[in-house]
């Protein structure tokens, strides 16, 4: 599903060149949950706005569903498959100030021109507990119901793959579990994969696998269900 | 998409995201609409009324009848026409009889402008719409006192009696030049034979009067021109009222850079209030690309946005600049001499034009910028648009008001110019500012904590600030340009006509009454210019060639330049008359006695190509005089005095027969004197131009208060850029200050930095515009608007006070009700 090779990503700041991601081979199949883990600065972010197609490597090749190359593509190809393929739920939640929860759950469906984007955005609000929240715009939300409308919106357009950079990062550890939960399940419901950064190691646990990451390598792979480390 | 777009449209009008973008819009718009709309009805108004100056808009005059033709083309071309004959004539009533100015009208004279005519003398009267009916004759007041009688007696004209029915007071055509001399007797046309005045040898000028629609009259001038004979000219309005003619002019260019500034001005806001539309959406496309929207998809999404606003405001603002204009005459109304013709549709036109290039030009760029936001923004904040769309951005606002200044001028080279100088004063302007913004970072070192605070503040942003402190600079600069502008503009036309300047001009004075006028004037208090011999002479040779009469009738007829060979009023002085000033040579000694020298005016000398030293001959009553040219002199035209092209040295022409002339200011009372004058001297001539300095002086003010109005339009769009700009960097500074409060910053720290931030801002900016407006104002003032400059010291004062003032009031009244609110809902507000 996502085939990550010999991916660099090189930045030029102030000081000069600064490699943040020293080549990176991954890849995750389909339906599978992964969790990327490892110290703040490490290049987790990085490597999941490369793997999303958000932003492009300095060398090495993505490949999202076996035939969509990211690497080769422009922005305006990258999108569309953003609009097909990818969900997204961030730290920061990142809802359209200007539009009610329901319209933005009906954004990706509008964006690719369907009809019944209506029905089909209640029924994910409905899914995250926030039927009677429908008409509210985001600030008058909890950083909670913010998160659960992303959620909605993410899985809305039924990706394929949803990617996740610290969902629960600036919520309180109850509603973090609480997002968490839905998350996993809606996530076993769609059969959707899912890349998952995170800190907190229990929730790391409950993904498939964890992609540990050290100063932009991939340091190593922990398999959740074994339980133990393969080199 | 499209449903997205309107819901997306519909919340930022909520939410007031497009309050101050629509607001900049419709007041490009509908300024551009009220000028253009308001300057259209003027400018016909004014051409209605120089035309009244000729009575009607072209007039063929002629020492002889003209062919048929000519009035059959006109016949064709849908024009109304007229004829009058007009020469001098004797007027006999028993044993005392007058030279008289008589002119011979049809049942259609006059095509412009009105006659008035009353019952008695010297008293008001009422408009007619034509001329006395065959049978009786009209005179000008002063003629019954003359001759003795009282209206409705019998005049002798040539061989023919008629009743003098009615009073004439005023005639549209009387206008200045010295043929008019003499008072007037208005006849019908069919009475003229009777007179048996008309004689092979008699002088007289047939007068064909059009008028009409300016395309047709157009075609008319281009198809009689070449047709005319030599002895033959057509004159346009224009050259009807030579001397409105040149405050016409300025106040036409007034007007076209009033409504450019405001144009620009305008477009800054919309630049300005795009700009921070877009950065405000930055996230909404950058999360609309992580859901997988194209740049395509982007484009069409603000295309269609940006389209609605486009549309609503155009049509808002041409609306608004139809009433404002309806207003402004309603309210004007009164105060405007003239009824201003209907408006024609072009203007609307022109205003909703207008607003779609401001939009197209000053606000795509910064939504360009939107489409190239980066998804990554989702992720990390810092990601900026690339720079290379600043450019764009500055690129397309500078080649749209390009656009619409060559547009509005329809002059490429005064376009280029401008705009050109424009661009370097910004340039200088902007590394001011920034050195403003260095300085006042050293000075805030050694301050208290609001002002560290402020300045810190303007350093770390200071790019932003520099270019906000060109903003405020370059709205406040052009508002300072225009109030100087239009105040010596003013100024200048109220001084060329003073109060008290002549207004009666006595010509054809025996030598042997110069004594007695003089003492006579003296004694009723009357207020003359001296008085100037003056004989008729022509230029025979220029250093021994022969001067050869000039071909081009036009020519003559439009500049001031004489025909070399034809006569002219010659006469002498041992002084430089006043206003005249010498450019070249040098002007005679009081007391010279030698060999005659003459002084020539300096477009005639370059029009006959005579230059100092030459040798002229002139021919006078016959005999030959010849003269060295010892300078070149300038004349100021307008100002009603007496005026002369060639004026020669003291005695040079003592033994030819001359006569003298003069002028003097008599106020509406003292307007009898006049007939004492003309009874004790009756070879005397006297020509009255009281009537056309009203005329002129009622111009002046409507062109005045049409220049008022417009400041007060400029006015309007410079308040708007001040506060889009304000508004523009309202983010940035409430994000920081919600920041300090929450770190526990007092309200009164956060509220007094802000103060001293604006204020700071306001005064550079005021400063940056003094040294603006003070060098635009010099070159404007000396280019285009050919007035004496002299510096404002004033300027430096006001300019930066006006700022900080200004910029201070808006920024804190704008920013008050954000520090009052709880940093929460600020950062909320803005999140
Ligand atoms: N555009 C950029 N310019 C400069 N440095 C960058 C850029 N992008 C990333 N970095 C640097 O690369 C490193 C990795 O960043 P990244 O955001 O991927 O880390 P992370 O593992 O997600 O950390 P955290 O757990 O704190 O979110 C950091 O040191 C960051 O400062
Ligand atoms: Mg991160």
């Not at chain 2, 607001?23 to 009324?49: G, P």
């Not at chain 2, 144009?263 to 806001?269: E, N, R, S, T």
């Not at chain 2, 001067?547 to 439009?558: C, E, L, T, V, Y």
């Not at chain 2, 930095?753 to 550079?764: N, Q, R, T």
Request: proline fraction near 5%; aromatic fraction near 8%.
């Amino acid at each position: 599903m996502i085939k990550a090779s010999e991916v660099r990503k090189t930045v030029i700041t102030g000081e000069g060149e600064l490699t943040i991601l020293k080549g990176i081979n991954l890849e995750i199949n389909y339906g599978e949950s992964v969790a990327v883990v490892g110290a703040s600065g490490s290049g987790k972010t990085t490597l999941l706005s490369l793997l999303a197609g958000l932003d492009t490597p300095t060398s090495g090749r993505i490949c999202l569903d076996t035939d969509r190359i990211l690497t080769d593509m422009d922005e305006e190809a990258r999108a569309r498959v953003r609009a097909d393929l990818v969900g997204f739920v961030f730290q920061t939640f990142q809802l359209l100030g200007s539009l009610t929860a329901l319209e933005n759950v009906m954004l990706p469906a509008e964006l690719r021109g369907e009809a019944s984007a209506q029905s089909n955005a209640s029924e994910f609000l409905a899914r995250v507990g926030l039927s009677s929240r429908e008409k509210h715009y985001p600030r008058q939300l909890s950083g909670g119901e913010q998160q659960r409308v992303a959620i909605a919106r993410a899985f809305a357009s039924s990706p394929k793959i949803l990617f996740a950079d610290e969902p629960t990062g600036n919520l309180d550890t109850r509603t973090g579990e609480i997002i968490i939960d839905l998350l996993f399940s809606l996530n076993a419901e769609f059969a959707t994969t899912l890349v998952l950064v995170t800190h907190d190691e229990r929730i790391a646990d409950r993904c498939d696998r964890s992609i540990v990451m050290e100063a932009g390598q991939i340091a190593g792979a922990i398999s959740s269900n074994e339980d133990q480390m393969v080199c | 998409m499209l449903k997205l777009a309107f819901k997306l449209l519909l919340r930022d009008w909520r939410a007031g995201e497009l309050t101050l973008l629509l607001a900049s819009l419709i007041v490009a718009v509908s300024t551009v609409t009220t000028i253009t709309l308001f300057t259209d009805r003027l400018q016909r108004a004014l051409v209605l009324e120089s035309a009244s100056f000729i009575a009607a808009d072209r007039v063929i005059s002629s020492p002889r009848p003209i062919a048929n033709e000519f009035m059959e083309k006109a016949t064709e071309l849908g024009l109304t026409q007229s004829r009058t004959l007009s020469f001098l004539s004797m007027a006999f009533v028993q044993n005392r009889s007058q030279f008289t100015a008589v002119k011979a009208v049809d049942e259609n004279y006059p095509l412009r402008g009105r006659l008035i005519a009353g019952p008695a003398p010297f008293e008001s009267g009422s408009p007619v719409s034509q001329g006395p009916v065959p049978g009786e004759v009209w005179m000008e007041s002063r003629l019954f006192p003359s001759l003795g009688l009282s209206p409705g007696d019998h005049i002798e004209l040539g061989m023919a009696s008629f009743p003098a029915t009615r009073v004439l007071l005023k005639e549209p055509d009387r206008g200045g030049g010295f043929s008019a001399a003499g008072p007037r007797i208005l006849m019908n046309l069919l009475d003229v034979e009777a007179t048996k005045v008309v004689q092979p040898g008699s002088r007289l000028t047939y007068r064909y009067l059009f008028a009409g629609e300016p395309q047709q009259l157009d075609t008319f001038e281009k198809w009689a021109g070449p047709r005319l004979a030599d002895d033959s000219r057509l004159i346009g309005a224009r050259e009807g009222a030579q001397s409105v003619g040149d405050a016409l002019q300025r106040a036409e260019s007034f007007l076209l850079l009033g409504g450019l500034l405001g144009v620009v001005l305008a477009g800054v806001a919309i630049a300005l209030s795009a700009q921070r539309y877009s950065t405000r959406h930055f996230d909404h496309v950058a999360i609309l690309k992580t859901l997988g929207a194209t740049p395509v998809n982007i484009d069409s999404l603000f295309f269609f946005i940006f389209m609605v606003i486009g549309l609503t405001a155009t049509a808002v603002g041409s609306l608004v600049g139809y009433l404002m204009q309806v207003g402004v005459i309603t309210v004007l109304g009164p105060l405007i001499p003239v009824e201003l013709p209907l408006p024609g549709v072009k203007p609307i036109w022109v205003g909703m034009i207008t607003g779609m290039i401001c939009l197209l030009s000053f606000a795509f760029p910064p939504l360009q910028k939107l489409r190239s936001a980066d998804p990554m923004r989702v992720i990390r904040r810092d990601v900026e648009p690339s720079r290379i769309n600043d450019a764009l951005a500055y690129l397309a606002g500078g080649g749209g008001t390009l656009a619409l200044m060559w547009w509005y001028s329809g002059d490429l080279t005064l376009t280029l110019l401008l705009f050109s100088g424009g661009l370097v004063v910004a340039a200088v302007l902007l590394l001011i500012a920034y050195w403003f913004i260095h300085s006042g970072r050293v000075i805030g070192m050694q301050a208290g904590s609001s002002w560290r605070l402020a300045l810190a503040g303007m350093q770390r942003r200071g790019r932003e600030n520099a270019v906000q402190i060109l903003t405020f600079g370059l709205a406040i600069m052009l508002l300072l340009v225009l109030f100087l502008v239009r105040t010596s503009l003013i100024k200048e036309w109220q001084n060329q006509i003073p109060e008290n300047a002549p207004n009666h001009f006595a010509l054809n004075i025996l030598p042997g009454d110069v004594a007695s006028i003089r003492s006579l004037l003296t004694a009723n208090d009357v207020k003359a210019q001296p008085l100037y011999p003056m004989i008729r002479g022509g230029i025979r040779s220029i250093n021994g060639k022969t001067a050869q009469a000039r071909k081009d009738n036009r020519q003559a007829a439009q500049g001031r330049a004489p025909r070399a060979s034809s006569g002219r009023s010659l006469t002498w002085s041992s002084q430089l008359p006043p206003e005249n000033e010498v450019v070249e040579g040098a002007w005679w000694d009081d007391d010279y006695v030698g060999p005659a020298l003459v002084s020539i005016e300096q477009d005639y000398a370059t029009s006959n190509a005579i230059r100092i030293g030459d040798s002229l001959v002139f021919v006078i009553e016959g005999r030959e005089l010849s003269a060295e040219v010892s300078n070149i002199r300038t004349v100021v035209w307008n100002n009603l005095q007496p005026n002369f092209y060639i004026i020669l040295s003291p005695g040079s022409l003592g033994d030819f027969p001359s006569t003298y002339m003069t002028s003097f200011f008599l106020a509406p009372g003292q307007k009898l004197v006049l007939n004492e004058l003309i009874r004790a001297h009756p070879t005397m001539t006297v020509l009255e131009v009281d009537a056309l300095i009203e005329q002129i002086n009622s111009i002046i003010t409507q062109v005045s208060l049409a220049i008022e109005f417009v400041s007060v339009l400029i006015l309007a769009s410079g308040a708007m850029v001040l506060l889009a700009s304000v508004q523009a960097s309202m983010d940035e500074r409430m994000r920081q200050f919600a920041i300090l409060r929450t770190l526990g910053a007092s309200q009164r720290l956060v509220l007094g930095s802000l103060s001293i931030e604006f204020l700071a801002l306001g005064f550079f900016a005021g400063l940056l515009a003094a040294i603006g407006a003070e060098f635009t104002v010099f070159m404007l003032e000396t280019q285009v608007f050919d007035l004496i400059y002299s510096p404002t010291l004033a300027l430096w004062v006001v300019g930066p006070l006006l700022g900080a003032g200004l910029i201070g009031v808006i920024g804190v009244a704008a920013t008050r009700s954000l520090v009052s609110q709880s940093p929460v809902s600020v950062l909320r507000e803005l999140a």
